[in-house]
């Protein structure tokens, strides 16, 4: 896996959700820009778990990443625990989808807290989370969390 890392900034990387999991528990920072530039612009990873390995290497590659519009996070089994480590760098990304995770209100008020921050982001999914308290995210079109 080295090896690739060295001519990552060549290529646009294409490979399925385990090949891409395995390439971000072993990202390292001075490999990061490399891999975020080879994802594109759509980072799918919906329906794998994100261990706390994984969610270290996301960390790094969205510190890295421009022009990210899509990123799937649904039913990535992610915590509020996990979102902790990803929220710095979300105002990166223009669409987010956290559906089907185990999100309470505490993680969707700091979600909500970067959103309204942050013009960037165009629209979060929160569907099927163990959010109860709604009511924030009434006024801004951008969620959607029915």
């Not at 646009?12 to 390439?23: E, R």
């Not at 971000?24 to 329906?47: I, K, N």
């Not at 899509?70 to 979300?90: A, I, V, W």
């Not at 013009?119 to 995210?137: D, G």
């Amino acid at each position: 896996m080295d090896e690739l890392f060295t001519v990552l900034h060549f290529v646009q990387l294409c490979c399925d959700k385990s090949l891409l999991l395995q390439f971000l528990a072993h990202v390292r920072p001075e490999e990061a820009e490399s891999l975020s530039g080879a994802l594109g612009e759509e980072l799918d990873l919906s329906q794998t778990q994100l261990d706390p390995q994984v969610c270290r290497g996301l960390v790094l590659i969205l510190e890295y990443c421009e022009g990210l519009t899509e990123l799937d996070l649904s039913q990535c089994r992610l915590t509020d625990h996990n979102l902790d480590l990803l929220l710095p760098n979300l105002h990166k990304v223009q669409n987010i989808d956290f559906s089907g995770n185990n999100i309470t209100d505490a993680g969707a008020q700091k979600i909500h807290s970067i959103v309204t921050c942050n013009s960037n982001i165009k629209t979060v999914r929160l569907f099927n989370n163990r959010i109860e308290s709604r009511e924030i995210f009434s006024t801004d079109p951008r969620f959607e969390i029915c």
